[in-house]
Each structure stands twice: as C-alpha cells, then as structure tokens.
Nanobody
Framework: QVQLVESGGGLVQPGGSLRPSCAASTSTSDFCDMPWYRQAPGKERDLVALVTSSGITNYAASLKGRFTISRDDAQNTVHLQMNSLKTEDTAVYYC?????????WGKGTLVTVSS
C-alpha cells in the first residue's frame, strides 16, 4: 500500500515562509507527476503546483513567484517552499500521486497564515 505523508505545516504570520514536505512510502520515481493541492475552508481543492519526473514545474498562476516545488527522488520526497505567505494561503495542503493506475492522496498538512 502506497502512502503519502505530508509534514511541515503550521502557523505563520503574513509575509512568512513554510516548507511542507511529502514523504512517499515507495520510490517517487514511480510517479510521473507529483503535485501539491490545497483546500481552504468552504472551498474546492485546487492545484497549487506540480513537478514532473523530469523536473519540469508548473504553478497556479496566482502563486507563481512565491511558491517553489521540488522533488528529491533519492529521498522519496516532494517539497513546497512557500514564501511571502498571505492570509488567503490558509488551507490544508495535500500531496498526490498516481502510479500503477491508482490514485494516492496524503491526509494533508494544515497551513494557517494569521497575525
């Protein structure tokens, strides 16, 4: 059973930074794309960023320049560096992966941006 486990969320003031991580129980090289999603209270789950197996990255237009996604297949982890955080970035952040025809989601890590 593949597991994805997020960590690194928390409470941060506006303008601050966080770097959530997603650890996979299997080799991340088994996944083509490794995206992060987020879901704010009362809203749908939206794509934040993704990184392909070849290291190509893509971001939600509103987040480009503040967030950076990276993957370390040697450590089976995916990171999301979040800078200049705003109150509207408050959400549960999830990592996702699809391998061998099945979808896998982590349980999420809560990021709260508040003064």
């Amino acid at each position: 059973q593949v597991q994805l486990v997020e960590s690194g969320g928390g409470l941060v003031q506006p303008g601050g930074s966080l770097r959530p991580s997603c650890a996979a129980s299997t080799s991340t090289s088994d996944f083509c794309d490794m995206p992060w999603y987020r879901q704010a209270p009362g809203k749908e789950r939206d794509l934040v960023a993704l990184v392909t197996s070849s290291g190509i990255t893509n971001y939600a237009a509103s987040l480009k320049g503040r967030f950076t996604i990276s993957r370390d297949d040697a450590q089976n982890t995916v990171h999301l560096q979040m800078n200049s955080l705003k109150t509207e970035d408050t959400a549960v952040y999830y990592c996702y992966g699809r391998t061998w025809g099945r979808d896998y989601w982590g349980k999420g890590t809560l990021v709260t941006v508040s003064s």
